[in-house]
C-alpha cells in the first residue's frame, strides 16, 4: 500500500533529481522509493551473519601485531619464486 510523505529538501537537489527522473524514464517518487529500498535492503546485509560463519567464530587466533600487509607481500614473493 502506497503512502504519502512530505519531505523538505534542498531546491537544487530536487530540480536535479526531477531530471534525472525525467531522463530515465521514472518518477521522482519511485527513484527515492528505489534508492530507499536499497538503501536499507544493504543495511540488513551488512549486519546478518550466517550460521556457517557464526560457526567459525573463534576458530583461528590471531597475534595482536600481525602485519597482515607484509604477511601477504611474503606470500605473494613465494608463490612467484
Same mark, same amino acid.
Given at each position: 500500500m502506497d503512502k504519502k510523505l512530505? *519531505? &523538505?529538501l @534542498?531546491? @537544487?537537489i530536487i530540480e536535479t533529481a526531477k531530471? +534525472? !527522473?525525467k531522463s530515465n524514464n521514472? &518518477? *521522482?517518487s519511485k527513484l527515492i522509493e528505489s534508492y530507499l529500498g $536499497?538503501? $536499507?535492503k544493504s543495511e540488513k546485509k551488512e549486519n546478518k551473519i550466517t550460521p556457517?560463519?557464526?560457526s567459525l567464530s573463534g576458530v583461528i587466533s590471531i597475534e595482536d601485531d600481525l602485519d597482515i600487509k607484509d604477511e601477504y !607481500?611474503? +606470500?605473494l614473493m613465494e608463490k612467484y619464486k
Open positions: 512530505t *519531505l &523538505s @534542498n531546491g @537544487n531530471h +534525472y !527522473a521514472i &518518477s *521522482l $536499497t538503501l $536499507t556457517l560463519v557464526k !607481500a611474503q +606470500y
